[in-house]
């Protein structure tokens, strides 16, 4: 099965301009099987699918929840949690690594880092807390291996954190546009009906397949040097948007975990 397993909606992420329908129609078009949808520390993109979609059309199409998580110290990871497990703390951004990680596998989900060796602030390897202990790398399931919006260098050298640490690698688009769609893919050579096949397939090592070919429209593309002052903006407004949902995340922590 062949599945774009990064994927960013209208409904979901601000930066999203792709309606859930039009990404289905169009990973369809490309011959892919379905997708994962990740929109930034929201399920809403799903929720869309599955009040708007699900059941009415599309169903040859398979859909899965998915989120890219804002962590306050180790940039964006991709969390998949069974398909029965509902967190609202996943919806609220900022909190520390390690914490994400117990909280995820406490509850039976995997989770592992987005576009590892990306952007600085937004991907693991460089935060100042990979640099303090790389091994952190340990403690997830799989990393993405291959991200279309990133740099050739930068996916030669996720692929070989993977290898180090025997982490399953995913492929995405990392789509916000349409353009995008499609650009990467992951291929599962068992069946994947739901969250819990992708979990299980996973854990076991079974053998997943990634690649794509690279999109030439991304914003550090078309901002050069000047991307790094927007860079620099991201990591203060996750830094305040972190502190000031410390509480609400403290209390769903009391409540669901």
Not at 107 to 127: D, F, M, Q, V
Not at 205 to 218: E, K, L, M, P
Request: glycine share 10%; hydrophobic share 30%; with cysteine.
């Amino acid at each position: 099965m062949k599945l774009d397993m990064h994927c960013h909606t209208k409904e979901g992420s601000l930066d999203g301009k792709i309606p859930v329908e039009e990404y289905i129609e169009e990973l369809k078009r490309q011959g892919f099987d379905g997708m994962l949808i990740t929109d930034h520390n929201s399920y809403n993109g799903y929720r869309a699918w599955k009040k708007y979609i699900k059941g009415r059309r599309h169903e040859d199409f398979l859909v899965l929840k998915g989120i890219e998580y804002d962590t306050i110290d180790s940039g964006h990871i991709l969390v998949i949690m069974p398909e029965t497990v509902k967190l609202r703390i996943l919806e609220l951004r900022g909190l520390p690594v390690q914490l994400l990680i117990d909280v995820v596998h406490r509850n039976g989900g995997i989770l592992g880092p987005a576009h590892p060796c990306g952007e600085k602030y937004l991907s693991i390897t460089n935060t100042r807390r990979y640099r303090q202990n790389p091994d952190i790398l340990s403690s997830f399931d799989f990393l993405e291996g291959f991200n279309s919006c990133e740099r050739p260098e930068d996916n030669e050298r996720a692929v070989e954190l993977a290898e180090k640490y025997n982490l399953s690698m995913f492929g995405g688009s990392d789509s916000h546009k349409i353009e995008c769609v499609g650009t990467a893919y992951t291929e599962f050579e068992e069946p994947v009906t739901c969250e819990s096949d992708v979990i299980a397939q996973v854990i076991k090592g079974s053998a997943i397949g990634v690649g794509g070919h690279y999109y030439h429209g991304t914003t550090r593309e078309k901002m050069g040097k000047s991307h790094n002052i927007l860079v620099e903006a991201f990591w203060v407004y996750n830094k305040v948007s972190g502190y000031r949902t410390h509480f609400k995340r403290k209390k769903e922590m009391k409540i669901k975990v």
